[in-house]
Structure formats: structure tokens, C-alpha cells
């Protein structure tokens, strides 16, 4: 049981590129959310999904655009990198019940820097 | 969702008990109380949660007031290897949906 897994660990973008980060859980929760971190403050969120197929903007959804196909991929994508999205990226998921209480179980995190 | 106050950090020793208070005056009847521990290079995990008076577990203890406008996250005995940042969240649970709020946490350094 590997619970959220992230990749890749670190990335270099150039302005403009194109990107996904993925996310993975293998605790078949429904619940799964991206968030990014910028230095000193606290985590935002980005975009959420209830379950496969269903998805929804969070507090900062632009620039970013998210798929759900299956219970364990929620993949992040990048449409047009710019130097503002330099951050550190984290994937969350939960049950329905857990999360409700609000706890989520986060992945280690995907450092970007985009240049 | 509540606004909750933190400070930003705090230092410590090795073997000392540390006191973190987060301060959440517009604490709602049906708001609970979370905290999240972050280590360097890692994500959130959940550590402890409580509603009123206190709460303990194998991690922290929780103490909440009778008004609940404040609580207070209680480490004891740290080592290095409790150097992190924590959060204090304040919000309803219960009703589904994404309501959880990190702000900036307090950073807590353990010196030998």
C-alpha cells in the first residue's frame, strides 16, 4: 500500500511549455485534490474531484487543467507554463467520510520551477 | 471558515515540552478543530483533531478552553526530528466538500 505518489519529484520548465503531474493513490479513495504550496504560506487549492469523472475548480484553477478517468489517477496539467506557477505541488485524496471531517492523506510533493 | 492566528515560529530543545496556541475567535458551533504536521520536503499528515476540552493521542495532545476560541497543540518532550511546520484548521465536518484551508502555520525548530 503506497497511499498518494507523486511524480515526477522535481521538474524544470521553460515559459510556454507544457506539463502533467501525476498522482496516483491506491487506497480507492473517490476523493483526490491538487493544491500548491508557495514559500511561507500555506497550501491552496486548485482543483478537486469527488469521484471519477467529476471534477471542480478550487480557490486558484487557472492555468491548470485536470482529467479524472479512473478512482486512482487524478493527473495535473500544465497548459502554458508560466514563472507564476513556480511552486511545490501536492496531490491529496480521501474518502467521503474522512474527508468530511476534514482530513486528507497528501503525497510528498512535486517541486516545479518554471523559468 | 474560521480565520485562525498561529505564530509564525517557535523554537525549542531537545526534551522540552512545546506549547503551540492558535487563536480562532469566529469559531463556528459546528467547527472542529485539526491540526497537520508538514516535515521539510513532505506533504500535511493529519496528527490530531478535537471539538472541546482535550483530546490526546500517540503524537500530541489537544486542550481546548470552554469557549473554544483558542486551542492549544501540545508536544511533548520533542526531538529534532519534530522540526516541522503546523497547521491549525478550524472548519465544520460532518457535510462533505473541500473546506479545508491551510494558511501559513507555525514553524517549529528543535535545536539540540
Known amino acids: 500500500n503506497a497511499g498518494v505518489t507523486q511524480t515526477p519529484k522535481f521538474q524544470v520548465l521553460k515559459t510556454g511549455q507544457s506539463m502533467t503531474l501525476q498522482c496516483a493513490q491506491d487506497?480507492?479513495?473517490?476523493?483526490m485534490s491538487w493544491y500548491r504550496q508557495d514559500p511561507g504560506m500555506g497550501l491552496r487549492l486548485i482543483h478537486y474531484s469527488v469521484g471519477a469523472g467529476i471534477t471542480d475548480q478550487g480557490e486558484v484553477p487557472n492555468g491548470y487543467n485536470v482529467s479524472r478517468s479512473t478512482t486512482e489517477d487524478f493527473p495535473l496539467r500544465l497548459l502554458s507554463a508560466a514563472p507564476s506557477q513556480t511552486s511545490v505541488y501536492f496531490c491529496?485524496?480521501?474518502?467521503?467520510?474522512?474527508?468530511?471531517?476534514?482530513?486528507?492523506?497528501f503525497g510528498a510533493g512535486t517541486r516545479l520551477s518554471v523559468l | 471558515l474560521a480565520k485562525t492566528t498561529q505564530p509564525i515560529s517557535m523554537d525549542s530543545y531537545e526534551g522540552q515540552e512545546v506549547n503551540i496556541t492558535c487563536s480562532h475567535n469566529n469559531i463556528a458551533t459546528n467547527d472542529y478543530i485539526t491540526w497537520y504536521q508538514q516535515f521539510p520536503s513532505q506533504g500535511p499528515r493529519f496528527i490530531i483533531q478535537g471539538y472541546k476540552t482535550k483530546v490526546t493521542n500517540e503524537v500530541a495532545s489537544l486542550f481546548i478552553p470552554a469557549d473554544r476560541k483558542s486551542s492549544t497543540l501540545s508536544l511533548p518532550r520533542v526531538s529534532l526530528s519534530d522540526t516541522a511546520v503546523y497547521y491549525c484548521l478550524v472548519g465544520p465536518i460532518g457535510t462533505g466538500g473541500f473546506k479545508t484551508i491551510f494558511g501559513a502555520g507555525t514553524r517549529l525548530f528543535v535545536k539540540a
Open positions: 491529496a485524496s480521501s474518502t467521503r467520510e474522512v474527508q468530511a471531517k476534514n482530513i486528507q492523506y
Open positions: 487506497m480507492n479513495h473517490e476523493y
